[in-house]
T-cell receptor
């Protein structure tokens, strides 16, 4: 089944404790992206990648890192999480020459 | 990308057609209309998109007015599982671009039994 998976789905952590949210897709998509969703602010793009080893900042990249060592994986790294990064995070992917994005199920992160 | 306006909420009876409007009066000639939906806290799901012709797929139909300033998403036989927030997005076709989707506030559609 074609899908985007994220892990973990839920995470509660404390300020400053490094964490990684994994994202994987099995559709051979070149483009992958991370969004965060907050009440009243909608979905905002954090980082995106157009292919292996090619990443770029979205609208709200501060406090986040990403890497794209393999085509299928696009982990989101929070080196020193802070409470303002408490949010619902979505990973998405698509083929470069299409507009249809496939979203993962989401990761609900709480930083205390 | 052109701005879209959607009603904040709508109700529809189960089994009836749900018609969700979207205004995009500043749309330009090369901009497509996309619809996504998000069922509570799940990832957004692509529904349909179109440029100027009406489109239909297994999920929905998209009716775009002749002047392209508005469109309507039609769910022909709404079920309780169609309860979700529906987003109308207008943007230039991506074609090798890095363009991102910009989600507005959408329409919260509630299907009532």
């Amino acid at each position: 089944e074609a899908q985007v998976t994220q892990n973990p789905r839920y995470l509660i952590t404390v300020t400053g404790k490094k964490l990684t949210v994994t994202c994987s897709q099995n559709m051979n998509h070149e483009y992958m992206s991370w969004y965060r969703q907050d009440p009243g602010l909608g979905l905002r793009q954090i980082y995106y990648s157009m292919n292996v080893e090619v990443t770029d900042k979205g609208d709200v990249p501060e406090g986040y890192k990403v890497s794209r060592k393999e085509k299928r994986n696009f982990p989101l790294i929070l080196e020193s999480p802070s409470p303002n990064q408490t949010s619902l995070y979505f990973c998405a992917s698509r083929l470069l020459d299409t507009d249809t994005q496939y979203f993962g199920p989401g990761t609900r992160l709480t930083v205390l | 990308d052109a701005k879209t306006t959607q009603p904040p909420s709508m109700d529809c009876a189960e089994g009836r057609a749900a018609n969700l409007p979207c205004n995009h009066s500043t749309i330009s000639g090369n901009e497509y209309v996309y619809w996504y939906r998000q069922i509570h806290s799940q990832g957004p799901q692509y529904i349909i998109h179109g440029l100027k012709n009406n489109e239909t797929n297994e999920m929905a139909s998209l009716i775009i007015t002749e002047d392209r300033k508005s469109s309507t998403l039609i769910l022909p036989h709404a079920t309780l599982r169609d309860t979700a927030v529906y987003y109308c997005i207008v943007r230039v076709g991506v074609r090798w671009g890095a363009q991102k989707l910009v989600f507005g506030q959408g329409t919260r559609l509630t299907i009532n039994p």
